[in-house]
């Protein structure tokens, strides 16, 4: 079963594998889940506690998630991070560092290549995008939910490891 990038409907027909896209009736033919779609993400650290969004739709419609999405044509993964958080969160972050680049297979094919940055924010309060996220929650390493979307908990452990690198002055070359 494939899932519309944009809304999280069931699109229909197609074979990612095979390098046809499904169509979503609403928007089309999915063409980004057919190649390695550029993702970019943030895992959001305050005070040690990490912040998660709950996804409102498909897939993993219900898991937690390290906040993110598709990076647009000709847009930097670090534009892109900041944007998405923006738009599925309501709130500014600033980019701390590179976690890491991650090549995602899903089980259902789709082929993702992550970017993931660490970062933080000033903000108090979340006001998230209903049709991106039903609900946010600051957690404590020790407590980050299992279910995770993807393999979203390898971008937290690399995280923990202290994987991250410093990123360079202007934050994105
Ligand atoms: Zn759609």
């Known amino acids: 079963m494939w899932f519309c990038d944009q809304c999280g409907r069931e699109a229909a027909g197609g074979d990612p594998l095979a390098g046809t896209a499904p169509t979503c009736p609403e928007h089309g033919p999915r063409w980004r889940l057919i190649r390695n779609a550029p993702c970019a993400g943030v895992v959001i650290e305050r005070g040690g506690l990490l912040l998660l969004g709950k996804r409102a739709k498909q897939p993993f419609q219900g898991w937690w998630e390290v906040p993110g999405g598709f990076v647009e044509r000709g847009e930097h993964p670090a534009t892109a991070a900041v944007r998405e958080v923006r738009e599925e969160l309501g709130i500014d ?81």
């Open 93 to 173: 972050v600033v980019l701390t560092g590179l976690v890491g680049i991650y090549l995602e297979d899903s089980a259902r094919g789709e082929s993702l290549q992550v970017t993931v940055y660490a970062g933080t924010t000033d903000a108090t309060t979340c006001v998230p995008d209903p049709a991106e996220v039903s609900d946010w929650a600051w957690f404590a390493p020790a407590d980050v939910p299992h279910e995770l979307a993807g393999r979203h908990r390898i971008r937290i452990d690399d995280w923990l490891a202290g994987r991250t690198v410093p990123l360079p002055a202007d934050g994105l070359s």
